[in-house]
């Protein structure tokens, strides 16, 4: 389709460890983390740059759980 992704992260609060494990067998470390972020999302034409999905100045506040 020729979309690339173009937003950005504008803040982010609020960043706490969930938890923290070894895996099993492994011994790998793994951190659950949850943070806050306001950001936009915009997806571009590769080709003419035109905005074809999201507003640029639509900032939206999303809660995020990343494992690491």
């Known amino acids: 389709m020729g979309l690339r992704p173009d937003g950005q992260v504008l803040d ?3 960043v706490d460890i969930v938890t923290a494990r070894l895996l099993p067998q492994i011994d790998v470390p793994v951190f659950v983390v949850s ?3 306001q950001e936009t999302h915009v ?3 590769i080709k003419t740059n035109e905005i074809k999905a999201g507003v640029e100045d639509r900032i939206q506040q999303v809660l995020r759980l990343q494992h690491m």
């Open 35 to 37: 943070f806050r972020t």
């Open 43 to 45: 997806y571009r034409d």
């Open 12 to 14: 982010i609060r609020a």
